[in-house]
T-cell receptor, first 117, second 114 residues
């Protein structure tokens, strides 16, 4: 079945450090890939997405590139801020109507990011 | 901009009781998804509806049922509640059916079963 694996956390960084959170996936069909962010006590917010191989999603200084050859969608940010502290979820959605997961999002286990001043 | 509305935000129930969670999608959105997030866990897909018909089903217990109404809001009905049902329940909505890329999430309903 479809699955997403994220690097184990938590991740603790100092402000202005470089961030990488690894994400790899297994999917039938042709997935779209997403990063969602969850701030304490809040719901999930879409951070960025990529819908086909070699696409790069970007938002608020975060970037991730859809790598079909390595089945990866790693999240990066060049300089993190304290306000980036949150839980980050990698997710996929299969767009194949003949597959077993039409429409639903499959999430990774989440990575807790803490940024210190 | 209008967002997904969920009610109630918090709910406390006893074991074996029933609970009803409501979700109001973004205006003009026709697709609703329900997810369950246990403590420290990733969200798990429960069920989805498109144009008032069930479009996909995940790991939803038989004790749970859901529907989407003519105004596109959705309700998740949970019966014979168990301690393990304590979780954050998210609703998400989108427009144009399940093939649409972006799902917009509500703030969630935190259900506590005592």
């Amino acid at each position: 079945g479809d699955s997403v694996t994220q690097m184990e956390g938590p991740v603790t960084l100092s402000e202005e450090a470089f961030l990488t959170i690894n994400c790899t996936y297994t999917a039938t069909g042709y997935p779209s890939l997403f990063w969602y962010v969850q701030y304490p006590g809040e719901g999930l917010q879409l951070l960025l997405k990529a819908t086909k191989a070699d696409d790069k999603g970007s938002n608020k200084g975060f970037e991730a590139t859809y790598r079909k050859e390595t089945t990866s969608f790693h999240l990066e940010k060049g300089s993190v801020q304290v306000s980036d502290s949150a839980v980050y979820f990698c997710a996929l959605k299969v767009d194949n109507a003949g597959g077993t997961s039409y429409g639903k999002l499959t999430f990774g286990q989440g990575t807790i990011l803490t940024v210190h001043p | 901009a209008a967002g997904v509305i969920q009610s109630p935000r918090h709910l406390i129930k006893e074991k074996r009781e029933t609970a009803t969670l409501k979700c109001y999608p973004i205006p003009r959105h026709d697709t609703v998804y329900w997810y369950q997030q246990g403590p420290g866990q990733d969200p798990q897909f429960l069920i989805s509806f498109y144009e008032k018909m069930q479009s996909d089903k995940g790991s939803i217990p038989d004790r749970f049922s859901a529907q989407q109404f003519s105004d596109y809001h959705s309700e998740l009905n949970m019966s014979s509640l168990e301690l393990g049902d304590s979780a954050l329940y998210f609703c998400a909505s989108s427009w144009g059916g399940p093939s649409t890329d972006t799902q917009y999430f509500g703030p969630g309903t935190r259900l506590t079963v005592l």
